[in-house]
């Protein structure tokens, strides 16, 4: 069970991750170089604090040069249904473009949300002059995201953004 897109400056392949040989199924069936950079999602009902990392350990040994993302949930979409006992998988190659991540807080010391222009430009300082595009994904709710939105617009009118919540459910959360 997977799915694959291609559009003129990238290509897709997303699955249910089931288990590690599933991976090197993967890579021969897509004919994927894993020496290349890929960006790789990962959105899991089924990984706790003590099981990602080895996860993403192991992830990153078949494709070293890659970037990972993602978050805990309580369900995945896939294929028009909610799934709450997996692991998604998406694996992504541009064509023309590079990846780069950054984890910029949200939250000042006194746990306030940090004020949306500081924010907006301690992420700018991440973001080349070349940048087109930039994926969000806040780990909680932001209650400023609106105000956000618009210091980036001023900070970097060139950058097209998207993104939103990935709020992880109680039961996924670390001990």
Do not use: W
Request: aromatic share 10%; glycine share 6%; with cysteine.
């Amino acid at each position: 069970m997977y799915y694959e897109f291609e559009v003129r400056k990238l290509k897709s392949i997303g699955f249910i991750y089931k288990s590690e040989s599933q991976i090197d199924e993967i890579i021969k069936a897509n004919n994927l170089n894993t020496l290349n950079e890929y960006l790789i999602r990962i959105h899991t009902c089924v990984h706790d604090v003590d099981t990602i990392k080895p996860f993403i350990d192991f992830i990153l040994s078949r494709f070293p040069n890659s970037k990972i993302i993602g978050s805990s949930t309580s369900g995945v979409i896939f294929e028009g249904e909610i799934h709450q006992d997996c692991c998604l998988i998406s694996i992504t190659r541009f064509k023309n473009a590079s990846v780069n991540t950054a984890l910029v807080g949200l939250v000042d010391s006194d746990g306030n949300d940090v004020n949306a222009y500081l924010l907006a430009e301690n992420l700018s300082s991440y973001i080349g002059k070349n940048t087109r595009f930039v994926l969000n994904f806040f780990s909680k709710i932001y209650t400023m995201s609106t105000e956000y939105v618009k210091c980036m617009d001023e900070l970097m009118p060139q950058v097209h953004m998207l993104g939103g919540f990935a709020n992880a459910s109680v039961k996924n959360r670390s001990k």
